[in-house]
């Protein structure tokens, strides 16, 4: 995820493929030119300092920009801004040697600026000299590359090959300027008027409200507008940064005294969970703490051998048996210590940090909140599980927001053994919400006493209800149950499954695929069963459609949690709330989208909300389309949820989309129908069936701050700290330095 410091904006960069020889060097070498357009169009007061690249699909959750191969995406942020929580502007190959472009979708993603060109308008001033980053003009007047007679690009493969052979030619283009007070149309009908109440970009730009208070305290030209000049010299070049690309995953669990009894055993079996369900190439490794911390488990990567693989797998579970209760709550010297160890070989494309504790800090040289800036300059993920009325909700909330990561609490008022279960339940659900490309298709709670021969899903599940009375009507004696999960078409992989609380028992499971093919263990389809309460197939390419899980044993004996996580590069579902902190009694403002390449129309979405009280409710999402008077762009999805004075505390809250695959027409904006080398000013979208769900927890407080502490909170999308290079990177970044001062 990146931010923004003194001037300086950090971007990430997700190609969900994988790079050329050279497309990396051109990439950066366009982004120089994206920072010198938008540090002339800011007089000279901000720039692009560092991109972070993430190749192959990895890192996507926490990029600031997807670049797509060549598959009829044309550049769109789509309201995705820079303050929120892992949302993320696209554009394909074909658009990327247009570094105007790019700088334009970056207007609206770091200064939730709008488009001016709608139906035609443009502003009032000079074409060849205060033309607006926001408007439609000729695409010649782009900074872009040409061929050598000055001709435009038709696509990537006709430019790519002539920039590696040296005769692309960089032209200079005259769109580096925002409109001002004084050349502003406030009477034109486009978005910018429309959304952004009249104002023109630099005036809606001067206010920091209006960008996620991020504290940029821009210098706003007067009426005679903004220095027409570029500045002089140029930006500083942006330093480039290729990522490891490996995928890695550091837990850090609390086994301080107030763990001791029951919840120390499902902390242990959560943590197998995680040794069993990481996979080859995969890395992780396992910090403790309680008034001290400890690396149990280095970084590592889990082996390819099956038998190199037992072993590594077995090593760890001994490891983890061996946790036992004790001692304080030293919360920051234990982020510390896995901060470290994930960073020790360098960045990689995904780091993830899972932090679980039950408590209040209340020992240690630093707290959270010393170590959050580095984990932010690092670009480390951190997912943050409380337990209980001793976790710091707000301080939790605050770690995840700003990191990209999510914030699972288990409330207070449930009984001992519901909460026991619940970590078990919580760190397994993070573990198929925090994999890049990962999504969490059915997590249900079952209670095995109840249910019928076959569970049928529902959309008004509350995923974590532990307080819902149990039924306990008598049934007959079933030795099975099945329950179906849809795999998405293009899914690379796959965890088909079940858990249970009662270590004591046994259930083994038969998965059977779309046609009707019952899996067994292969090169293909891992299979993981024995001692721990969970089994499940962890399957490689599976087919698309409906596939069925069956569970065989003492049925009426305990209850279950369905597995069905799925990983996809193609589909990305973003939710966030617009605060995560209120006041009691204000309402909570949610935005969502689900994305495939393009946001899609006609999305089933709700949100399912556990009230700080335990009450249930249900949310409808409104589709926005485009009409005037709303507040966000066509297909992004907004709910509120009204909240109580008097009820203080976590709301819990589960977002569920459902979309039936189906085709429909695209239609490009006017400026990129006007693309050069464009044939089609629609193209046909064929999407799969999706179902996806995330969870979020909003706080809800007398003064609705963050009150964490000592400090003031971080906001999404700043840091104070400078962007973290590792030392066994640096000569990669001479390389880039190197290259890009040539031009």
């Not at 790079?19 to 007089?43: G, I």
């Not at 140029?234 to 837990?251: D, G, K």
């Not at 300059?377 to 337990?387: D, E």
């Not at 409906?546 to 597995?563: D, L, P």
Request: with cysteine.
């Amino acid at each position: 995820m990146g931010f923004y410091t003194n001037g300086k904006f950090n971007l990430s960069v997700s190609l969900r493929y994988a790079p050329a020889t050279q497309e990396l060097n051109f990439l950066c070498q366009m982004f120089q030119q994206v920072s010198r357009v938008l540090y002339d169009a800011t007089d000279g007061q901000q720039y692009i300092a560092s991109v972070h690249f993430a190749p192959d699909g990895l890192g996507g959750e926490g990029a600031d920009i997807w670049i797509h191969p060549n598959a009829d995406v044309w550049p769109n942020s789509t309201s995705a801004r820079l303050w929120f929580t892992g949302e993320s502007l696209d554009v394909s190959q074909d658009f990327t040697y247009y570094a105007t472009i790019l700088a334009h979708e970056l207007s609206h993603y770091l200064y939730d600026l709008r488009d001016e060109y709608n139906n035609g308008s443009t502003c009032q001033g000079n074409i060849t000299t205060q033309a607006s980053l926001m408007e439609g003009y000729s695409w010649d007047f782009n900074n872009r590359w040409t061929d050598a007679a000055g001709n435009n690009y038709a696509n990537f493969a006709a430019f790519f090959a002539d920039f590696v052979a040296g005769t692309a030619v960089l032209q200079a283009g005259q769109l580096n300027e925002f409109c001002h007070a004084g050349n502003h149309n406030a009477t034109a009908n486009n978005n910018q008027n429309n959304i952004n109440g009249n104002q023109s970009c630099w005036t809606y730009m001067g206010d920091n409200a209006n960008h996620g208070n991020l504290p940029y305290n821009l210098s706003i030209p007067g009426a005679a507008g903004p220095t027409l000049a570029a500045p002089a010299p140029n930006p500083p070049a942006t330093v480039c940064i290729e990522l490891i690309n490996a995928q890695r995953f550091m837990l850090v669990l609390d086994r301080s005294f107030s763990m001791v009894g029951s919840k120390i055993g499902q902390l242990i079996a959560g943590a197998n969970f995680w040794v069993d369900y990481v996979n080859a190439a995969e890395e992780l490794g396992i910090v403790r703490f309680s008034g001290t911390s400890t690396l149990a488990a280095t970084m590592s990567e889990v082996p390819a051998s099956a038998a190199a693989q037992a072993t590594w797998r077995t090593d760890r579970h001994t490891i983890i048996a061996g946790t036992t209760a004790a001692g304080s709550t030293g919360i920051g010297d234990a982020l510390r210590l896995g901060l470290t160890n994930i960073l020790a070989a360098g960045s990689a494309a995904a780091q993830v940090i899972i932090l679980f504790t039950d408590g209040l800090q209340n020992t240690g040289t630093e707290t959270a909140q010393d170590v959050l800036p580095d984990a932010v300059a690092a670009g480390v993920k951190i997912y943050t599980i409380g337990l209980g009325a001793d976790q710091d909700v707000a301080l939790l909330t605050s770690i995840a927001d700003v990191t990209g990561g999510m914030y699972f609490g288990i409330p207070a008022d449930i009984s001992d053994n519901d909460s026991s279960d619940a970590i078990s339940d919580a760190l397994a659900h993070v573990s198929g919400q925090s994999r890049s490309n990962s999504a969490v298709k059915s997590f249900a709670e079952i209670d095995g006493s109840t249910v019928d021969s076959s569970y049928v899903p529902s959309l008004d599940t509350v995923l974590f209800n532990w307080t819902e009375s149990k039924k306990t009507r008598p049934r007959q004696k079933i030795d099975s149950f099945v329950f179906p999960v849809e795999i998405t078409s293009g899914s690379t992989n796959c965890t088909l499954g079940v858990k249970w609380y009662d270590r004591a028992l046994s259930y083994r499971i038969q998965v059977t695929d779309p046609t009707g093919i019952v899996i067994i263990p292969s090169a293909t389809a891992r299979l993981v069963s024995g001692k721990h309460p969970y089994t499940f197939y962890d399957i490689t390419n599976p087919k698309p459609g409906k596939w069925t899980v069956e569970v065989f044993g003492n049925i009426r004996a305990s209850q279950f949690r369905t597995i069905g996580f799925e990983v996809n590069r193609n589909v990305r579902f973003e939710v966030a709330a617009v605060k995560n902190h209120i006041k009691a009694g204000e309402v909570i403002n949610l935005r969502a989208k689900l994305m495939y390449g393009f946001a899609l129309p006609e999305v089933s979405m709700q949100a399912n909300v556990r009230t700080p009280s335990g009450k249930i409710q249900t949310v409808k999402f409104y589709e926005n389309k485009g009409t005037v008077g709303e507040k966000e762009e066509e297909k992004v999805y907004t709910a509120t949820i009204k909240t109580d004075k008097a009820e203080q505390g976590q709301y819990s809250i589960t977002v569920v989309a459902s979309y039936k695959g189906k085709q429909f027409v695209f239609k490009p904006d006017e400026l990129y129908s006007q693309k050069p080398g464009s044939k089609t000013d629609s193209v046909l979208i064929k999407t799969p069936a999706i179902y996806r769900q995330k969870t979020l927890s909003v706080q809800a407080s007398r003064t609705g701050s963050c009150d964490c502490h000592e400090k003031e909170p971080m906001l999404p999308g700043y840091n104070s700290k400078e962007v973290w290079i590792n030392l066994k990177q640096k000569e990669l970044v001479k390389r880039w330095k190197a290259a890009h001062n040539k031009d």
